[in-house]
């Protein structure tokens, strides 16, 4: 059990790497080679009686201690953090005292990382112009599964530059400009009449804890993303996402059973979300989608706007019906750094 743990350890260690955070990176690896059973703690993450890979157990360690650095709680490593750029033996030295002393770092093994990732809201933004493009601009009913604390169901808050376009809302305190390639998306106007989020777990964007609990799981190193987080946050703040708590496929039956009201556009959207759901559940969501799919009419008129891991980069597809035709909008980077838009002429 214990080389699977440390084995867990480096893996996660090789996503940060990639994923643009060399601190955790090296945080990690440190744990997966030093880490001994002397601490009950290091007892608890060796003997881990599940999967640590499945279960996340890096990133429960990895945000548990990013929660204790910036409440204060361990000056000590806290003067190791980004900016700074500790030696391995330094950065090692300090974890060890967090380890022997930090009881408080145990309750954050207890339950998986949740995140928020606003910047997709930068991907997700560029695929409502082009359902807007494709049903005249029709008011927009947005309903989105796996929504956490719903930063990216509030998207019109934000102001953007896609492709040199400007969308959104102008001046907002929060401006996505994921790095462009490829033409601009269409130049159509989003107009949200209203919207609601479904999670297993919603996250309440006006609770102190949760918020922490946000902010812990973005890599320390990446101060661009933590800076977006938390103008999201306090956006957000002023005018709580509308979400329920509960499971996606239940929620959207409820929905879609619903007759819609004419004139507007029904979306469904989805953000690194639709991977959480069992296989029986995802087909599920497209089974549904295509059942309502097949009432709408050019009046009342439903997308599903996915943007998900499609083996290696995340895609961002359109589905619009009635038709039922699928656009294949964009890759994008996980967490919307960049934005490889195709658009609407190269559907399939
Ligand atoms: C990786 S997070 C992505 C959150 C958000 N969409 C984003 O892009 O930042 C996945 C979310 O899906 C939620 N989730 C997982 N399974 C679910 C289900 N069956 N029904 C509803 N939400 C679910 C999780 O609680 C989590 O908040």
Redesign the pocket.
């Known amino acids: 059990m214990t080389e699977r743990v440390r084995h867990s350890f480096a893996v996660q260690a090789g996503h940060c790497e990639r994923l643009g955070s060399p601190f955790t990176a090296m945080l990690l690896r440190l744990v997966a080679a030093r880490l001994t059973g002397d601490t009950a703690l290091g007892r608890r993450i060796l003997g881990w009686p599940g999967d640590p890979e499945a279960d996340a157990l890096p990133l429960r360690l990895a945000g548990g201690l990013h929660a204790l650095v910036r409440r204060g709680r361990l000056p000590d490593l806290a003067a190791l953090y980004p900016p700074a750029a500790p030696d391995p033996a330094a950065l090692w030295e300090a974890l060890a005292r967090a380890f022997a002393t930090a009881a408080d770092l145990d309750p954050w093994l207890d339950s998986a990382p949740?995140?928020?990732?606003?910047a997709?809201s930068g991907v997700l933004m560029p695929g409502l112009m082009a359902v807007a493009a494709m049903t005249g601009s029709k008011p927009i009913v947005l309903w989105?599964?796996?929504?956490?604390a719903g930063?990216?169901l509030v998207l019109d808050a934000y102001a953007y530059e896609l492709g040199g376009r400007a969308a959104g809302r102008p001046g907002a305190g929060l401006h996505l400009a994921p790095d462009w390639t490829g033409p601009p998306p269409p130049e159509a106007s989003v107009r949200i009449a209203a919207r609601r989020g479904?999670?297993?777990?919603?996250?309440d964007v006006t609770d102190a804890q949760h918020r922490e609990r946000l902010t812990a799981y973005v890599w320390p190193d990446q101060r661009a993303r933590l800076a977006r987080l938390e103008a999201a946050l306090a956006l957000a703040a002023a005018d709580p996402p509308p979400l329920d708590r509960?499971?996606?496929?239940a929620?959207l039956a409820e929905r879609l059973a619903a007759p819609p009201q004419a004139g507007q556009a029904r979306v469904v959207q989805?953000?690194?979300?639709l991977q959480?759901?069992?296989v029986q559940?995802r087909a599920q969501v497209a089974a549904l989608l295509s059942e309502a799919g097949a009432r709408a009419t050019a009046d009342t008129p439903l997308a599903w706007l996915a943007?998900e891991f499609e083996g290696g980069p995340a895609g961002l597809r359109l589905t619009l019906w009635p038709g039922g035709r699928t656009h294949r909008l964009a890759t994008a980077h996980p967490h919307g750094q960049w934005v490889r838009w195709e658009g609407l002429p190269g559907s399939r």
């Open positions: 949740q995140t928020n990732e606003v997709r989105e599964i796996g929504a956490s930063l990216n479904v999670d297993l777990n919603p996250l509960g499971d996606a496929v929620w989805h953000s690194i979300a959480y759901l069992p559940g943007y």
